[in-house]
């Protein structure tokens, strides 16, 4: 029987959001369970207060001071089992400061860096998976089910105010988050300033703008407003990501490309119009919205690999200049047309 646990995911935001579920199916079916969950510095200010989970921050950017916090985290203590869900040598790594009878990771298809001789227990192979999908399989070595698609991020009342004053009580609601980590996943400003103005003209939209507060973030959304006909409220680099889960879990709709927010704004109940080219959304994409999502990557993949989705290793990239330009204006607007429509 299992009594203590620790789910090791560091990142990213998107990731984290995914292994929600996983503790809230850990809670559903191991009641009593003790949880511990080593987390990124960020992550944790989106998820790092879930009730009945002891997190330790690991800050991946205090490079060996990092690994010795950690370690004396871990002193003294032992789990029953250990959820290695993250493959990267910095990630093995800490994994190896976790004592923990039993190790599970992931299938030798999905392992790399190493991450084999971490581990004790694997997941269920399984080909052409999405990743909320992948992670929830996690519980299946330990004899448990998988965790169904169900999350709880925890808000306040002050996130939720913030939220309401922005969010128009008597219209649509659209949030843009123009920006990925990835710059190669970015569709063009401009074209964003387009769907935004359609949104307004054809469907009386309030517009939204989110991002960090990272420079390149505000450039953007700064670009977008600029080349908007129609006004629009620009948050960009003002909320806090507990701020932008209510901020999205009040909306009607999310644009965005393949980033965290996408995930966050599933989570939260919310649709989202995934702009995709760059990377593969049945993998990737807001797994709440995968038939809102404009799918252009098997022509990105094919154009810039040679490659069929079927000829490629799952979850390949079509990360490459030109790649996100092949979604149309005509791509956004009419996805947006067919999402007002179905939801009269």
Not at 75 to 87: E, N, S, T
Request: charged share 20%; glycine share 6%.
């Amino acid at each position: 029987m299992i009594h203590s646990i620790c789910i090791m995911r560091l990142s990213a935001i998107g990731d984290v959001t995914h292994v929600v579920p996983v503790v809230l199916s850990l809670q559903e079916q191991v009641p009593g369970i003790e949880i511990t969950w080593v987390i990124g510095k960020l992550e944790a200010k989106l998820i790092g207060d879930l009730p009945g989970v002891e997190f330790v921050v690991f800050d991946k950017k205090a490079g060996r001071e990092g690994y010795r916090d950690l370690r004396r985290a871990m002193k003294g203590r032992h789990f029953d089992a250990l959820l290695h869900m993250q493959v990267s040598m910095r990630a093995n790594l800490a994994a190896a400061l976790i004592p923990a009878a039993i190790k599970v990771g992931y299938d030798k298809a999905r392992s790399k860096d190493l991450h084999s001789l971490f581990i004790n227990r694997r997941i269920p192979a399984q080909p052409q998976q999405h990743v909320r999908d992948c992670l929830a399989s996690f519980l299946e070595p330990l004899g448990l089910a998988p965790a169904p698609p169900a999350w709880q991020i925890p808000l306040t009342d002050a996130d939720h105010a913030f939220a309401r004053q922005h969010l128009a009580q008597d219209r649509m609601n659209l949030v843009i988050s123009p920006c990925a980590s990835h710059t190669l996943r970015n569709w063009p400003s401009e074209r964003y300033a387009a769907l935004a103005d359609h949104a307004k003209a054809a469907h009386n939209a309030n517009v939204i703008l989110v991002g960090s507060p990272a420079a390149f973030e505000k450039t953007v959304c700064q670009e977008i407003e600029n080349q908007m006909s129609e006004d629009v409220v620009n948050l960009c680099g003002q909320d806090t990501l507990k701020q932008l889960a209510a901020l999205l879990a009040g909306a009607d709709l999310l644009v965005s490309p393949d980033t965290g927010p996408a995930h966050i704004a599933s989570a939260m109940g919310t649709d989202v119009l995934g702009l995709y080219a760059a990377s593969n959304p049945d993998r990737s994409g807001p797994y709440q919205s995968l038939p809102w999502c404009v799918n252009r990557y098997p022509e990105a993949l094919e154009t810039f690999t040679g490659k069929t989705v079927s000829q490629a290793r799952w979850g390949a990239k079509a990360e490459f200049e030109g790649a996100m330009e092949m979604i149309s204006i005509n791509d956004a607007t009419d996805m947006l047309d067919r999402w007002v429509t179905a939801r009269r």
